[in-house]
T-cell receptor
Framework: AAGVIQSPRHLIKEKRETATLKCYPIPRHDTVYWYQQGPGQDPQFLISFYEKMQSDKGSIPDRFSAQQFSDYHSELNMSSLELGDSALYFC?????????FGQGTRLTVV | GIQVEQSPPDLILQEGANSTLRCNFSDSVNNLQWFHQNPWGQLINLFY???GTKQNGRLSATTVATERYSLLYISSSQTTDSGVYFC???????????FGKGTKLSVKP
């Protein structure tokens, strides 16, 4: 079965650079979520989209933005990167209440 | 906001042993999911179980929504069961999950 696809899997950036993470949801899933998981932490909700419209917002920094495109894929844009942004970033998708997670993008800011 | 508490925080088992992981939540929920995060960081869906009981092989889960807790049972544990087990809940219909702190399980051969 198709799963949620995230790219890239690993990313190394320097402070103050920008990064773009991509997410391709499971086909026919209409909702996409982004989560951030710091080292040793639980995943924290950042933002979600339903039918290409932002549906909810969590603890997403103002330096981050996201959107969902007409083909339902989503991108998380991160600017002015800080060392504290180093984390595992998950995308998840759903069509009912159950969410399915991608393999994550491990971002390291140096 | 809703609080999710998992216990125990850490668990060490010998291969073949059974275990019970608990998740307490502070308010009614529309969604409850159990995940296994393996040592490579991947979050694997185990159960979607806002109420009732489900079984999948050596794993089973029970959620008693009226008493606001869920249990995950692992029988005949294997070394590949090692990792962190997360319980996550959602109060509303938007699916934004709130995770507990997890139970870190280590299964020794």
């Amino acid at each position: 079965a198709a799963g949620v696809i995230q790219s890239p899997r690993h990313l190394i950036k320097e402070k103050r650079e920008t990064a773009t993470l991509k997410c391709y949801p499971i086909p026919r899933h209409d909702t996409v979520y982004w989560y951030q998981q710091g080292p040793g932490q639980d995943p924290q909700f950042l933002i979600s989209f339903y039918e290409k419209m932002q549906s909810d917002k969590g603890s997403i920094p103002d330096r981050f933005s996201a959107q969902q495109f007409s083909d339902y894929h989503s991108e998380l844009n991160m600017s002015s990167l800080e060392l504290g942004d180093s984390a595992l970033y998950f995308c998840a998708s759903s069509v009912t209440a159950e969410a399915f997670f991608g393999q994550g993008t491990r971002l390291t800011v140096v | 906001g809703i609080q999710v508490e998992q216990s125990p925080p850490d668990l060490i088992l010998q291969e073949g042993a059974n275990s019970t992981l608990r998740c307490n939540f502070s308010d009614s929920v529309n969604n409850l999911q159990w995940f296994h995060q393996n040592p490579w960081g991947q979050l694997i869906n185990l159960f979607y179980i806002p109420s009732g009981t489900k079984q999948n092989g050596r794993l089973s889960a029970t959620t008693v929504a009226t008493e606001r807790y869920s249990l995950l049972y692992i029988s005949s544990s294997q070394t590949t069961d090692s990792g962190v087990y997360f319980c996550a809940v959602d109060r509303g219909s938007q699916g934004n999950l709130i995770f507990g702190k997890g139970t870190k399980l280590s299964v020794k051969p």
